[in-house]
């Protein structure tokens, strides 16, 4: 039984990576792929280690988070040092290090191991985790599916009933070429016949947070939601008079790059899971404050639809040219 290894940073794994990882493991019997981080770097390490753990379930995959030199200037003493975190974490011999880095060469002759390049001109597949870094958007494609999310945009349309949440959150995805998360609230509340109640909000935030997130690796470097949890609480202060923490809890925790609030200058159109005809302005203004305490980047859409349409596409297509939100 053969035994490979392969180390990186994977900041983040891409495409390059995953054609090593694949190359490694059939040549390989077994094989072992160390994630090593730094505390300092910008991608979370653990982050790094839980991507690669679900693209290679078949190999072992170990997180070393020695704060090791990353150069030989660095310290007079890197290939022993690295030799000795390697063999510490690794724990049994290692017959194979593949590489698509000249390093490779000189970390194999550490480990008493052959040294198998990997694609070393890159004309199998050129990128570079720095580009992506740079410009993921732009580089979205030879991303894996698991770490599309951390890169991917999030927009949220949001605003008081029949405004035109639903067809926007659709014509958006189709005209992006990528996916809309639906309001989780009216699946549940239809299927109670429109009732709703206190006990209902934390399942409505729970349950839309959970459709979000269940979508999010199929987005196309941007996916859309119809409405998201903060807009659970708006309806909860309003009904009920109260926000369990439960519900601020959920809405807390998600982020997105813009919201596209819907203003009410369109006419009410009556269904069973729609609520306050006679106060949407009053929603309106509280959605409004809502989004202002939350931070969020805005933007209000008013008019016809096809004016919404083409306001909300110009708004999007602005803010995946921005820096991301903090």
């Given amino acids: 039984m053969s035994h490979g290894l392969l ?5 983040p794994p891409h495409a390059g990576h995953v054609y090593l990882a694949n190359f490694a493991s ?7 792929i160390v994630v090593g981080t730094l505390a300092r770097e910008p991608i979370p390490g653990a982050l790094r280690f839980q991507w690669m753990r679900r693209l290679f379930p078949h190999a072992r995959v170990l997180h070393l988070e020695d704060e090791n030199p990353q150069d030989p200037s660095e310290h007079p003493d890197f290939w022993n040092i690295w030799r000795e975190s390697l063999q510490r974490i690794v724990g049994r011999p290692v017959d194979y290090v593949f590489a698509s ?3 490779g060469a000189r970390l194999a002759a550490e480990l008493s ?7 070393l001109e890159r004309t199998a597949l050129s990128v570079s985790g720095t580009a992506i870094r740079a ?11 698991p770490v599309r999310p951390y890169f991917a945009r999030r927009v ?6 029949s405004t035109g949440k639903s067809t926007l959150a659709r014509n958006l995805a189709e005209h992006f070429r990528t996916v809309h998360v639906p309001e989780f609230a009216r699946t549940w509340l239809t299927q109670r016949g429109g009732e709703v109640a206190p006990e209902d909000m934390p399942i409505i935030a729970r349950g839309q947070a959970a459709a979000e997130d269940a979508l ?8 859309f939601t119809d409405t998201d949890p903060l807009a659970t609480c708006v309806w909860s202060e309003t009904l009920f008079g109260a926000v369990a923490p439960e519900v601020r809890s959920v809405a807390d925790a998600r982020t997105y790059d813009l919201t596209l609030l819907l203003d009410v200058d369109v006419p009410w159109v009556p269904d069973l899971v729609r609520y306050l005809p006679d106060d949407r302005r009053g929603f309106f203004l509280r959605c409004q404050a809502a989004l202002e305490t939350a931070g969020r980047r805005t933007q209000v859409l008013r008019g016809s639809f096809e004016a919404r349409t083409h306001a909300a596409i110009e708004a999007v297509e602005a803010m995946l040219t921005m820096p991301r939100v903090p």
Avoid: Q
């Fill in 113 to 119: 191991a052959k040294f198998i390049p990997v694609d």
């Fill in 101 to 103: 880095e000249p390093y």
């Fill in 216 to 223: 999010a690796e199929e987005a196309n470097r941007v996916g």
């Fill in 7 to 11: 180390l990186g940073k994977f900041m």
């Fill in 26 to 32: 059939r040549f390989a019997s077994e094989l072992t």
């Fill in 156 to 161: 949220s349309i949001f605003g008081p009933e």
């Fill in 135 to 145: 410009d993921p958007l732009a580089h979205f494609d030879l991303l894996p599916p």
